[in-house]
């Protein structure tokens, strides 16, 4: 395969994606199936799931959808220190959680924890932001952030299958470890003391690194960041199984520009150092295909997520394909990444109606093909 992925090559394979409904088309022969993606992803020792909010919660045809196709789930911001602990140093609010929780139990479907640090004070409570440390601030700085991290985890228990324990540590602008409340007292040491603190209440749970760096060019020092910081955990031996992998491909870049060798390059140097992958927060991002028709779009998009996700699986350490919200008007970019010519975005398996596009296929397709974990 070519360096990169370049827009002739795309547009190509898209070209033929468009023929979907045509014998010859690898993915028309599960356009009339009904196997749900969980049971593919299953068969395959994957897990294939969806990020849910408390909002979207309420609409029944989303809970229908998670039933059947879904085998994990992960809580969008419901774990997020600002709505858990946002109003002051004593009160938490696990309301939302508990409800998503509960569904997901009584649905026999596992659910991830996301998360117990996000490294940005942009999502950091306010109280804390201006909190007095006191004369001995790192003593300090310690104790809340263990306190917090021990409320949280002993709350929910092993109920939790695995634990996003620190997310977006790394600028993508310097690829250093990004500046904010505990690092300004701790320095790097703070996400030591955060998986440590996580590991000593969740013995037995899988803890994650997460994070956004993505394959298209742009991401360099981003990616360069972030291995840089997990061989750093493993010389420092900080308790850390795996690397979330958000998959955002296309947000904020050219969809079309995936540099598919540097991040098979990239990957290799993660799993040399035996931690394992998971697919956290996939979307396809169609804000810059120029073209409106929809035909054509999902073409891309599914031809884009089927390249990407084919040299993810090729890893077995890749366990989870997770989105980060579907279908397409429940994904995030709505709002955050929106088209020029204001029509909606199409980055998921599942329009808004809940009728699988070409990207579910893509997907099927991929599984299907992928060696057993």
Not at 1 to 25: D, E, F, H, I, P
Not at 203 to 232: F, I
Not at 346 to 370: M, V, W
């Amino acid at each position: 395969m070519s360096q990169n992925l370049t827009r002739r090559g795309a547009l190509a394979v898209a070209g033929a994606v468009t023929a979907a409904t045509a014998v010859s088309s690898p993915m028309a022969a599960f356009a009339g199936t009904d196997t749900p993606l969980k049971d593919l992803a299953a068969a395959k020792g994957l897990r294939f799931g969806n990020a849910i909010g408390i909002g979207a919660f309420k609409d029944p045809k989303l809970k229908e959808l998670m039933i059947r196709e879904c085998n994990v789930l992960v809580m969008e911001n419901e774990l997020k220190m600002y709505v858990t602990h946002n109003n002051n140093a004593t009160d938490y609010n696990f309301a939302p959680a508990d409800e998503l929780l509960g569904f997901a139990e009584a649905n026999k479907i596992p659910m991830r924890g996301h998360n117990l640090y996000w490294a940005r004070d942009e999502f950091t409570p306010q109280w804390l932001k201006s909190y007095d440390f006191g004369a001995k601030p790192k003593v300090e700085a310690e104790r809340v952030l263990r306190d917090y991290i021990k409320v949280v985890t002993t709350h929910y228990g092993e109920r939790l299958c695995s634990w996003d324990v620190v997310n977006e540590t790394i600028d993508p602008a310097t690829g250093e470890v990004r500046d904010n409340v505990f690092t300004r007292i701790l320095g790097m040491d703070v996400l030591r003391i955060a998986f440590e603190a996580a590991r000593e209440n969740l013995p037995k749970t899988e803890l994650v690194y997460n994070d956004y760096m993505s394959w298209e060019a742009g991401n360099e020092k981003h990616r360069a960041g972030v291995l840089k910081l997990l061989r750093w955990f493993r010389d420092k031996k900080v308790p850390i199984n795996a690397l979330g992998v958000q998959s955002h491909i296309g947000n904020g870049f050219d969809l079309l520009g995936g540099q598919v060798n540097q991040w098979k390059e990239w990957l290799d140097a993660i799993v040399a150092l035996d931690y394992d992958l998971h697919i956290t927060e996939f979307d396809v991002d169609d804000q810059r295909i120029p073209t409106g028709d929809i035909e054509q779009r999902d073409a891309i998009v599914a031809t884009v997520g089927r390249i990407y996700l084919d040299q993810m699986l090729s890893y077995k350490q890749t366990k989870d394909v997770i989105f980060w919200g579907m279908p397409d008007h429940y994904n995030w970019l709505q709002g955050f990444t929106p088209r020029e010519d204001k029509l909606p975005l199409r980055p998921t398996p599942f329009d808004s109606n809940f009728e699988k596009k070409p990207l579910y296929y893509a997907i099927a397709e991929s599984f299907k093909n992928a060696s057993p974990r």
